[in-house]
């Protein structure tokens, strides 16, 4: 199952994908993987069962890596039952430009190896394109 979070900066993504997190942490059957690109902002806020990774630490510049980046972490454990990354945008540097093919990569994943994605994009609702739209919980 593939989750989006959208709404403008400021709009409380965070919060909610936080609690969805620590939530996930109580019940996961595997383990719990939280991505951003700046752990050091949420990391007292996370339960320490939960795995996390600061993408600020790699030159991630395209969806391509992203995808990569991910294919990695799963590779390195098949136990993983939930991903949640937050300031999606903000790790590939703010471009739409590929993000789509990302999401249907992303939902592949997920149906594979039966993992649920839940991501916080920053964007505007009413504008955003529809194929980020059919994501949105």
């Known amino acids: ?32 993987v939280f991505i951003s690109n700046n752990i050091s902002q949420n990391m ?12 600020s630490e ?9 995808i990569g980046f991910i294919c990695g972490i799963i590779s390195g454990n098949f136990d993983i039952t939930n991903i949640f990354v937050d300031g999606t945008l ?8 590929g993000f789509e093919a990302f999401l249907t990569k992303l939902e592949g994943l997920g149906k594979k190896f039966d993992i649920d994605f839940e991501l ?10 529809e194929y980020i739209k059919k994501y949105v919980k």
Not at 11 to 19: D, Q, W, Y
Not at 120 to 129: H, L, R
């Open 44 to 55: 007292y806020d996370i339960t320490s069962k939960v795995r996390m990774t600061d993408t």
């Open 1 to 32: 199952m593939l989750q989006l979070l959208i709404g403008k900066k400021g709009t409380g993504k965070t919060k909610v994908l936080l609690a969805n997190v620590n939530d996930a942490a109580k019940s996961a059957a595997g383990n719990v």
């Open 90 to 97: 903000k790790i590939v540097k703010g471009s739409l430009e």
């Open 120 to 129: 916080s994009v920053s964007i505007d609702a009413d504008s955003a394109p």
């Open 58 to 66: 790699f030159d991630i510049d395209s969806w391509d890596e992203f």
